[in-house]
């Protein structure tokens, strides 16, 4: 819902560092623009206090040192890369974007003199997210900036995926297996009024070696109190 920025790094899949600020595009826009498009003082004061913010998180994340590959994710990003040039959606999420810091630069003192309407036009926005564009894209120039990056690389996963591969880890062959679920590698808990816990789960059968061999089944996992 725009409401905050995330800033992480690591080298592995868990981060060594995490940060969350509370900068998001929908936030910003409510809390600081009282017109559309915004008066040239609001832009200049917002743009100060989202580097001070930035600011004073930038070496807690470098501190295991700089990053060199860095990667932007979420809708803000995707759309700034869309009407900076990159591809769009439509040709696949294999197709490498990057956003370029001059770019961005030069186009967010562009949407800085544009009304929501103008900025919905652009490829890639949504009407919805029109409004809070200009304010995401300060920040994430200001990210940009200070973390001293020419370019990011969008990722096309985000929040949603990231709760899939996180629920993944938690389940599948080897971890159901006490459960009498050892093939089960995707499934979603209810508790039913006759105290077990079911689950309708993805079922891998045991001789399948690829997604076909993939069939929904519902069963009882295991008690929801077990003593």
């Not at 800033?7 to 595009?25: H, R, Y």
């Not at 990053?67 to 995707?78: E, G, I, L, Q, Y």
């Not at 003192?109 to 103008?118: D, F, G, H, K, P």
């Not at 926005?125 to 690389?153: C, H, K, N």
Request: charged share 25%; with cysteine; proline share 8%.
């Amino acid at each position: 819902g725009g409401g905050s920025l995330e800033l992480a790094s690591g080298i592995d899949e868990d981060p060594d560092a995490a940060i969350s600020l509370p900068l998001g595009a929908g936030r910003l826009t409510r809390n600081w623009f009282t017109a559309d498009p915004p008066p040239h003082e609001e832009v200049r004061r917002l743009r100060r206090y989202v580097r001070a913010e930035i600011g004073r998180a930038v070496g807690d994340i470098i501190r295991y040192g700089r990053p060199d590959h860095p990667v932007a994710t979420s809708k803000t990003f995707r759309q700034l890369a869309r009407i900076a040039g990159a591809a769009p959606s439509g040709e696949g999420p294999y197709v490498k974007r990057v956003l370029r810091r001059d770019d961005l630069r030069e186009w967010t003192e562009r949407l800085a003199t544009m009304s929501s309407a103008e900025r919905a036009e652009l490829p890639g926005v949504s009407a919805r997210r029109a409004p809070q564009l200009l304010a995401g894209a300060i920040v994430a120039d200001a990210t940009m900036d200070l973390f001293e990056l020419p370019e990011v690389e969008l990722c096309p996963w985000a929040l949603r995926e990231g709760i899939i591969l996180r629920r993944l880890d938690l389940t599948g062959p080897g971890v159901t297996d006490r459960f009498g679920v050892g093939g089960t590698d995707l499934g979603v808990s209810v508790a039913a009024p006759d105290g077990r816990l079911y689950a309708y789960a993805v079922i891998r059968l045991q001789d399948s070696t690829d997604v076909r061999g993939w069939v929904p089944m519902m069963r009882p996992v295991l008690p929801v109190n077990p003593t």
